[in-house]
């Protein structure tokens, strides 16, 4: 299957700063990459719709303004946390789409963030 | 209408069992359905995936089962290894759509 990959895959900051999480496609091209989120022992929670060169589409009760996401290019989307608090503590994973044939999703390894 | 419903929520068996996941959806649009699973600490991956035009697909151990008739769908894993512990999401999508997750199953496979 395709490859995607995530840096950092851990991070520790203090609260109130930003954090920047990168996603890249590594043997293909995507201009559809997703962010989620989850939490232990739960099922992944969409944030939203990366498509390359537009803005992103944030699902419902997701703040725009504290999870940036940028698509800048075919291989890469990029999920900053803005002025974090130890409550966006969690494991974000980023997936890409393959798009033709079954259009399949593949995702990343996972980033997980903690906010002291 | 959005729902896809998964269970059980665990699931323990002995070495070369053979464990059942099941699902069921609601929205009759759905026209992809992925299983995924994930290892604690990492992320998803892609098993298999089946379109609603065939009733059966089988890669390797892993064999999904569809009924579209009673709108379900079912991750069987043959001979079952402890390397297979981990937790497995059932998905499901409308054309290019987001993909709509169950609430995961946790499979404990033991020697």
């Known amino acids: 299957g395709a490859v995607v990959s995530q840096h950092p895959s851990r991070v520790i900051c203090k609260s109130g700063t930003s954090v920047k999480i990168e996603c890249r496609s590594l043997?293909?091209?995507?201009?559809?990459m997703f962010w989620y989120r989850q939490f232990p022992k739960q099922s992944l929670m969409l944030m939203a719709t990366?498509?390359?060169?537009?803005?992103?589409?944030?699902e419902q009760g997701v703040e725009k303004d504290k999870f940036l996401i940028n698509h800048a290019s075919l291989t890469l989307s990029t999920l900053t946390v803005t002025s974090a608090h130890p409550e966006d503590s969690s494991f974000y994973i980023c997936s890409a789409l393959v798009a033709g044939g079954y259009n399949e999703q593949f995702f990343g390894p996972g980033t997980r963030l903690t906010v002291l | 209408q959005q729902q896809v419903k998964q269970s059980p929520q665990s699931l323990i068996v002995q070495k070369g069992g053979i464990p059942i996941i099941n699902c069921a959806y609601e929205n009759t649009a759905f026209d992809y359905f992925p299983w995924y699973q994930q290892f604690p600490g990492k992320g998803p991956a892609l098993l298999i995936a089946i379109r609603p035009d065939v009733s059966e697909k089988k890669e390797g151990r892993f064999t999904i089962s569809f009924n579209k008739s009673a709108k379900q769908f079912s991750l069987h894993i043959m001979d079952s290894q402890p390397g297979d512990s981990a937790t497995y999401f059932c998905a499901a999508r409308s054309g290019t759509d987001k993909l709509i997750f169950g609430t995961g199953t946790r499979l404990q496979v033991f020697p």
């Open positions: 043997d293909f091209q995507a201009t559809t």
């Open positions: 990366s498509n390359e060169g537009s803005k992103a589409t944030y």
